[in-house]
């Protein structure tokens, strides 16, 4: 059982950064609840993106029309056994609804109720639609990535996963933390444009003592360095090289057969297109399993590139099963790991209504209850 065992949550089905937050928490031992929209499955090229995947292992899930009294009534009295709710709509929705904060806190005062927006649930911007690009955009950090000529979009990691979904987890265990003490709920607003523009802070950092300058490959760590960056082998595959500190420099042009003489101005940025130029010709001499023999157990700081089909099978991801096979399938495993409360995937991801009945009994819904649920519909 993971460190979160005895947690219970209420999940709102939606896309994205909030089922990433609760497959994050699931993992970590809360039984979480997914509550899924009653109905027949859209069919469309989106559906792919919508359905989770594996974002929605962990969980059990019951369907429900929210358009109707009695099914809002059942959802409040789930809520009233629950530790956290987590939703991920735009400002408004869940007021309308009538499942807004304030109703939700007046049944369960010590409810955390997380809220998990682009936005946030204030300021100019937040009634407006968004995804991950266009709230890193606005925080600094899709200017910050990519190459000299573009911003590259880091996938949607930056703004969904890390600047929302981890911070919105992060900020619901803090909150249940302090309910134990105080014994009342709060509301855990976590917007991806604030938790993007925090995970700049080392780059916010480096601006202001006048080290990082406005343009891209330019800089320590957006590839600018000639020692941190990516650089094609004879095979057409990739290594990373990460050699910042002299020491792991010193080892990485040794094994390269260089001349330390020719790196001694390799903190002048006028140098660095030369000395990038000289690695890349380089490692442009051999294959990638060829170079990762010469480094291997050394301190160069060098990596291969793996594809998403390399990387499950790597030694070091196999020694620590950073991938597991879950219901016959191979995906990222929980994280991080704890030595005494050990996290697990629960259980593969559910049909949207799968466990509605079953739940309901679990949460202490009597048959009767459950009966007049199905016939009016709501369930």
Known sequence: MGPLAGIRIIEMAGIGPAPFAAMMLSDLGAEVIRIDRKGRPETNAFDVIKSGG???RGRRSIALDLKKAQAVSALFDLIASADALLEGFRPGVMERLGLGPQACLARNPGLVYGRITGWGQNGPLAHTAGHDINYIALTGALHAIGKAEAPVPPLNMVGDF????????????????????SGQGQVVDAAMTDGAALLMAMQYSFKSMGHWQNTRESNLLD???PFYGTYKCADGKWLAVGAIEPRFHDVLIDKLGLSPEAFAGRWNPEQWPHLR????????????????AVFEGTDACVA??????????????????????HAEV???APAPRFSRTLAQIQ???AVPG???????????FCSDRIDSLKACGAL
């Open 354 to 364: 799968e466990h509605s009945e079953e739940i309901l009994r679990d949460w202490g």
């Open 162 to 181: 890390g600047g929302g979904a981890m911070f919105v987890a992060f900020g619901m265990v803090c909150a249940l933390l302090e309910a134990r003490t």
């Open 223 to 225: 590839g600018g360095a």
């Open 330 to 332: 191979m995906q990222p």
């Open 277 to 292: 130029q000289l690695l890349a010709d380089t490692i442009l001499t051999r294959t990638r399993s060829e170079w990762c």
């Open 304 to 325: 291969p590139v793996l594809d998403m089909d390399e990387a499950p099978l790597h030694p070091h991801n196999l020694a620590r099963q950073t991938f597991v096979s």
């Open 54 to 56: 594996f974002l929605n």
């Open 347 to 349: 259980r593969p991801p």
